[in-house]
């Protein structure tokens, strides 16, 4: 793992309405957008130094950043980790005994392979795991 923070997911009820405020706070416009069907979410992505800020909409109640804001409301969803190699990751976590959302990776934004740390192994913040090729 080289364990750079490589972005902190923040969960918005409009996507819309949370860029126009997060481009005025950040003082720039997003570096991207992105609808990932699969995972029934839209993003937006700031560049900010070395790491990101994605703000994350859910398309569909059932999406799971949707259920995150029925539940907690709008805020930090997650903190992505970048990784080498994200299969030895999982394998290494899975050996020591972290629970995982994710034993396999998938598709997440921008092409990069993702997988999911469960929060009750993390003192209650979601871990995603993320490799770029």
Same mark, same amino acid.
């Given at each position: 793992?080289?364990?750079?923070?490589?972005?902190?997911?923040?969960?918005?009820?409009?996507?819309?309405?949370?860029?126009?405020?997060?481009?005025t706070v950040l003082d720039k416009e997003?570096?991207?957008?992105?609808?990932i069907a699969d995972q029934k979410i839209?993003?937006?992505?700031?560049?900010?130094?070395?790491?990101?800020? !994605?703000?994350?909409?859910?398309?569909?109640?059932?999406?799971? +950043?949707?259920?995150?804001?029925? %539940?907690?409301?709008? @805020? /930090?969803?997650?903190?992505?980790?970048?990784?080498?190699?994200?299969?030895?990751?999982?394998?290494?976590?899975?050996?020591?005994?972290?629970?995982?959302?994710? !034993?396999?990776?998938?598709?997440?934004?921008?092409?990069?392979? +993702?997988?999911?740390?469960?929060? %009750?192994?993390?003192? @209650? /913040?979601?871990?995603?795991?993320?490799?770029?090729?």
């Amino acid at each position: 793992m080289n364990g750079k923070l490589s972005h902190i997911g923040i969960a918005v009820a409009n996507l819309k309405e949370a860029v126009e405020v997060f481009s005025t706070v950040l003082d720039k416009e997003p570096e991207c957008f992105e609808e990932i069907a699969d995972q029934k979410i839209k993003t937006a992505i700031y560049a900010t130094g070395e790491s990101r800020v !994605e703000l994350l909409e859910g398309t569909s109640p059932d999406s799971p +950043i949707s259920k995150f804001i029925e %539940k907690r409301g709008p @805020g /930090i969803h997650h903190m992505a980790v970048q990784v080498d190699d994200i299969d030895k990751e999982l394998a290494r976590l899975k050996e020591a005994g972290v629970r995982l959302i994710d !034993e396999t990776p998938r598709l997440g934004a921008e092409g990069a392979q +993702i997988a999911f740390i469960h929060p %009750k192994s993390t003192a @209650g /913040i979601l871990i995603e795991l993320q490799q770029h090729h």
